[in-house]
């Protein structure tokens, strides 16, 4: 079987540009970030960068794939013993920059370019620590993105707790989810803040069933978010 659409470099080359960027679709592009050995200090320049996510496959087919792709040379790196600079190719437009702890200061080189972006939440005494301190002042961690348009928290630990916070800079609340990794659930801050409430009245329990309605009701007038609201999940 021929691997090769021939008459494809014959096509229009207005229709071959639509072909190729219909090829391109979002990625969650887990960045590595290291500090550089003999280096001190937490300015980005004594990080390295790294993801093992394989290039977009636009990258391969052919010169005017990688010509037309959405993709530029980012998060660069110069390791000791390197004669060139490394770095990772990203579309800033739909891929989702992803790292494995909370040190979003470290993407500084590119915080402007981000507009989706996903953390991992710290865990344990420093985790609590750290959450009071994002919670008072969710703002501060996301000054220097400018163009976020999307932000999902991967969280292990206390959960529902996280749909009271409601402050994420440019991004938009609605465009916030909170992502469980122990069993995937995505939630929006709404459909968490429901989840805690309903939790704190004794785990989801009704007290009477005779009495639903007036539970129901308690829960649409005393809860932030409109059970309608919550009804789905992304």
Known sequence: MAST?????RLPFEIRSQIWALAVYPRLLHVR???????????????????????????????ESRQ??????????TL????EARYIWVNFDEDMISIQDEKMELL????????RLRFTVPTGSYG?????TF???????????TALRELHFAISELYALWGYTNCYGTCRPENVRYVNVHTGFMLTGAQLELVND???????????????????????????????DCAEID
Request: charged share 20%; net charge negative.
């Open 108 to 115: 500084a080189p590119h915080a402007a370019d981000i507009q």
């Open 135 to 145: 919670t008072r002042f969710p703002d501060t961690d996301f000054k220097a993105f």
């Open 128 to 132: 609590e620590y750290w959450a009071d």
């Open 198 to 228: 309903w939790a704190w009245r004794k785990g989801g329990l009704v007290e009477d069933m005779d009495n639903f309605d007036e539970e129901l009701q308690w829960m649409i007038e005393y809860v932030i978010t409109f059970v309608a």
């Open 5 to 9: 659409f021939h008459p494809f470099p």
């Open 80 to 83: 000791p013993g390197d004669s």
């Open 68 to 77: 037309l792709a959405p993709y530029r040379k980012a998060f660069f790196t």
């Open 33 to 63: 970030i290291t500090p550089r050995s003999g280096t001190l200090g937490n300015s980005s320049s004594h990080y390295a960068y790294a993801s093992m996510i394989p290039q977009a496959e636009l990258m391969h087919v052919c010169r």
